[in-house]
């Protein structure tokens, strides 16, 4: 049954992925009203799950379950699960099930991990199939090697070595981090390795993957039982390439998340937007965006104009701390350390001209929620207020 918004007569809603963010579309569709046709495919054959905790609450074996909390069943839309997009055409999405006509497309596909070449076996870090086979392997004196030490490696090397594994971590960059923080800022993580028992191999490209361990660039060999890339990710987007619709290190959409075909929209790891805030297109790996993208996305669809420009947030625990970081700094030309980056709780704040645009906390949540704030509201601060950790973050707001 047709529904009328606005301008809007949407008959049919399809969303694909069944992520976060295609899970929070069809929530958010629903409560702004939509009442036509919507229907979700998803690849895995898992409702859809949480991936956060499968590298810290489930890798340490806190829990066995992230499915998200959700009542499929009372938002009234076909869910079609195990079942992959495979094509694009105008209108149309074809399945390896079937076909589906559409009135408005949500891309929600999500990112995939970049694999490493060698005919060694590798694991990965993605889904919570993927993450219950590594932990099933993190066994008290097997060795395993992580090549990677970003985020996802970070804290997989916190519950491996918490496990009693033998744990090393392979790095190409000179510092963990370095892709996401500078690998000045990242370097402060360094000692947090030893203190936990891993070690760390720093400039140290793999060149493969080999049956019982990485072949190191340079002739070096590096032994290992299990082996897990945490290199990174790519937005899934491989089953759009025969499509005319614009890619940009994902499915490059516009402020209000739009793509460059019409009725088609993104949001989530898949998708790189426009941010009036940062003039620049951000494509982010967050949580968090996959959260807060669906309601500017369902207004939207639903024939309104809002923009999504957030202040981008993310948060890691490694090491038994919180790392959190908002907002973007690639275009800083300045960076302060608030309190000592060797003690237990510091932070970084990063300044373009006289606005602060990012800000990195390590157990010092409150600077995190007023840098946030600073960084919204776009606000001069003063520099030495900033240094000063007894001065409330928000106060070097000047006037
Ligand atoms: C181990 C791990 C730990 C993380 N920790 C944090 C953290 O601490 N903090 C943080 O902010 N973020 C974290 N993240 C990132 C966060 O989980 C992601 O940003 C978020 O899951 C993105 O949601 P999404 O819905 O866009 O994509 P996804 O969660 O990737 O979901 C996309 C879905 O689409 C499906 N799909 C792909 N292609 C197709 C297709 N062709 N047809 C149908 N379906 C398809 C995929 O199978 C997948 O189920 C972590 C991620 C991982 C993997």
Request: charged share 20%.
């Amino acid at each position: 049954m047709a529904a009328r918004y606005g301008r809007l007569v949407a008959e049919e809603i399809v969303v694909v992925g069944g992520g976060l963010a295609g899970l929070r579309t069809v929530e958010e569709l629903r409560s702004a009203g939509y009442e036509g046709s919507l229907t979700l495919i998803g690849a895995e054959t898992r409702p859809p799950y949480d991936r956060p905790p499968l590298s810290k609450q489930l890798m340490t074996g806190a829990v066995d379950d992230t499915t998200l909390r959700a009542d499929l069943d009372s938002l009234g839309a076909r869910i079609r699960l195990g079942e992959r997009a495979e094509q694009l055409t105008a209108g149309s999405v074809r399945t390896t099930e079937a076909e589906y006509g559409f009135d408005r497309l949500v891309i929600a596909t999500g990112a995939r991990p970049i694999g490493l070449p060698g005919p060694g076996k590798q694991r990965f870090l993605r889904s919570i199939d993927d993450a219950l086979a590594v932990r099933g392997v993190l066994i008290p004196g097997r060795r395993l090697a992580i090549v990677g030490a970003g985020w996802i490696g970070a804290e997989l090397a916190t519950a491996a070595a918490g496990r009693g594994c033998q744990v090393s971590v392979v790095e190409a960059a000179p510092a963990p981090l370095a892709v996401a923080l500078g690998a000045g800022v990242g370097a402060l993580t360094i000692p947090w390795y030893e203190q936990a028992g891993v070690e760390l191999l720093l400039g140290c490209p793999v060149e493969s993957v080999q049956d019982g361990g990485l072949s190191l660039t340079g002739g070096g060999w590096l032994a290992a039982d299990e082996i897990v890339t945490a290199v990174g990710v790519r937005p899934d987007v491989g089953w759009l390439g025969s499509s005319d619709i614009a890619l940009d290190n994902g499915v490059a959409v516009d402020e209000q998340l739009r793509s460059s075909l019409p009725g088609v929209y993104a949001a989530g790891d898949c998708a790189a937007f426009w941010s009036g805030r940062f003039k620049r297109r951000l494509r982010t790996e967050h949580w968090d965006g996959a959260l807060r993208a669906p309601a500017v996305l369902a207004a939207n669809l639903l024939g309104g104009a809002e923009n999504y420009d957030p202040v981008p947030y993310f948060w890691s625990e490694q090491f038994g701390r919180m790392m959190q970081y908002v907002g973007h700094h690639a275009g800083a030309d300045r960076l302060i350390w608030r309190g000592d980056p060797a003690g237990p709780r510091w932070a970084a704040c990063w300044l373009a001209g006289e606005r602060l645009v990012a800000v990195l906390t390590v157990d010092l949540p409150k600077d995190l929620m007023q840098g946030r704030r600073l960084i919204e509201a776009a606000a001069p601060v003063d520099p030495g207020k900033l240094a000063d950790p007894g001065v409330q973050l928000r106060s070097a707001a000047t006037p």
